[in-house]
């Protein structure tokens, strides 16, 4: 009769598991942790008019909204206002997807900036997802550039942290991986950086 138990209850230790997950990070706070293949993930990936960066999203407790904000740099220089959007976020582990893409140079808004946060859950997900058109006065067409943060973020709500990062310069930009996108966006031409923020 044990025998018989054994392969059931190896079954149901593997579903727990399975619902178990990954661990969330303490109650109030957000964690993003970078999903890549790459063996070097922070340091600067080539933009050819598409780029995209995949994040494990974790929160745990009381549901607020995450806000993606974008800033522009020019000159070494954070110019003054930004746009955002914000996504509702709907259980615990998400999925959170950013696009990055040129759009018609001609535009009022050339670029865009598509979030799509994901929340899996059993027999089904719930979805949402926002597209944010961008300006970026002074971007080069020499060295097109994308930069991850850090391979795990962890902030408190209504704290705002660097994500991502977007650069544009006359030739290829040296820092050390991992350095901070606003130094990035310091030695750039022209740069948009990713932020976000857990909001009510």
């Known amino acids: 009769m044990r025998k018989r138990w054994l392969p059931l209850l190896g079954i149901i230790l593997a579903a727990s ?48 909204v ?34 990055f893409r040129q759009g018609n140079p001609n535009a009022n808004y050339p670029y865009h900036l598509k979030s799509e946060l994901r929340f899996d859950k059993g027999g089904g997900n719930t979805t949402t997802s926002s597209d944010l058109p961008l300006q970026l006065p002074g971007a080069a067409s020499g060295w097109l550039a994308t930069v991850a943060a850090a391979p795990t973020i962890d902030f408190p709500e209504g704290r705002s942290v660097p994500v991502w990062a977007y650069l544009t310069h006359r030739e290829k930009i040296d820092l050390p991986a991992g350095a901070p996108l606003e130094e990035w966006a310091a030695k750039a031409d022209a740069a948009l950086v990713i932020r976000a923020k857990l909001t009510r």
């Open 66 to 99: 995450l806000e993606l904000e974008a800033q522009a740099w020019t000159n070494g220089q954070l110019l003054p206002g930004s746009r955002s959007n914000r996504e509702v976020i709907n259980g615990p582990r998400n999925s959170l997807t950013l696009s």
């Open 17 to 64: 598991l399975h619902a178990c997950g990954r661990s969330l990070p303490p109650s109030g706070t957000a964690r993003l942790t970078l999903v890549h293949a790459s063996p070097d993930p922070l340091g600067p990936k080539p933009h050819s008019g598409t780029s995209q960066l995949k994040l494990l999203f974790d929160y745990d407790g009381s549901m607020p």
